[in-house]
């Protein structure tokens, strides 16, 4: 099963104390790395934000951001610093008549100083709300599921048509070979021919003999049913229900190395140009799994 490393959830909810929002973003990453941005008073549950991501998620970038609204109502106590009320307010006037403003100082000028007034709030029920922060987690984290999961199927589409086009080159591919390597023993006996034509000793068998021993170096048979085993063994790897990426990653490295033997090893312009355009899509395929968990 294919799941994209790219996504998004949401959950909101509220118990007596908080009202909570949480919004979850992936992005692709070779390992998983757990980001929190959530209010100090959440830090006691940031073991249990992660083990509950592990749940869920094996890698990527994982950034979860988490925002709460204290409940007034909860509010035990409610202090107010009138000494600096006084201050701020005869400070503002001053102000005022050195400046010869002709406007009134007002309470809502006073309150946009922190510490006027302070909220003594009770201790929230820990329990109570770490039952709510993961319980909205895990909803986050389920639709968030669901959106790589969407985008995983329509990655695995795409690598299936490529990997077909790749199958066809292949076959193409082929058929030439063995032209290859009769195009190489015909090409370079007749050079030979006629470097040594006028020398009577010559052994032919021997040079023939390793005509055909070079020759076979140029064969590409043994590259082009690796080639076939890793597309098989990739195939079979996109159904498996686990991380995939990295085992996806390294077979799509194998298959670009027996491409490059196949170039490497051909002077046939059919088959140097079928190599470019498999080496283009199986960079495209490697361009892909990136983002495969």
Do not use: W
């Not at 007002?106 to 922190?114: A, Q």
């Not at 006027?116 to 039952?131: A, F, G």
């Amino acid at each position: 099963m294919v799941y994209s490393m790219t996504g998004f959830g949401r959950s909101d909810g509220e118990n007596d104390d908080f009202t909570i929002s949480i919004e979850i973003k992936t992005v692709n990453h070779k390992y998983l790395d757990i980001q929190i941005k959530s209010p100090y008073y959440f830090n006691y549950l940031e073991e249990d934000i992660k083990k509950t991501v592990k749940k869920y998620l094996n890698r990527g970038r994982i950034e979860i951001f988490i925002k709460s609204t204290r409940k007034i109502g909860n509010a035990a106590k409610i202090d107010v610093d009138y000494l600096l009320a006084k201050s701020i307010n005869e400070a503002l006037n001053n102000l005022k008549n050195e400046l010869q403003i002709n406007e009134e100082v007002g309470l809502n000028n006073i309150l946009k100083y922190d510490g006027v007034i302070n909220l003594q709030y009770e201790e929230p029920n820990e329990d109570s709300t770490k039952k709510l922060v993961i319980g909205l987690m895990e909803e986050a984290l389920v639709e968030l599921k669901n959106m790589r999961k969407v985008e995983g199927e329509n990655l695995s589409k795409i690598i299936e048509t490529q990997l077909l086009e790749i199958s066809k080159l292949i076959s193409e591919i082929e058929i030439e070979s063995p032209k290859l390597t009769e195009k190489y023993r015909e090409d370079l006996l007749e050079k030979l021919n006629d470097i040594f034509s006028e020398t009577e000793s010559l052994d032919m068998d021997r040079i023939s003999l390793e005509i055909a021993l070079y020759a076979d170096k140029s064969d590409i048979t043994e590259e082009i049913v690796r080639l076939r085993s890793h597309i098989d063994q990739f195939t079979n790897t996109m159904k498996e229900n686990s991380s995939i990426g990295r085992k996806l990653d390294f077979i799509i490295q194998e298959m670009n190395r027996e491409v490059n033997t196949i170039s490497s090893k051909s002077n046939d312009k059919i088959i140097t140009e079928k190599s470019i355009e498999l080496k283009t899509l199986i960079e495209k395929i490697r361009e892909q799994i990136q983002n495969i968990e």
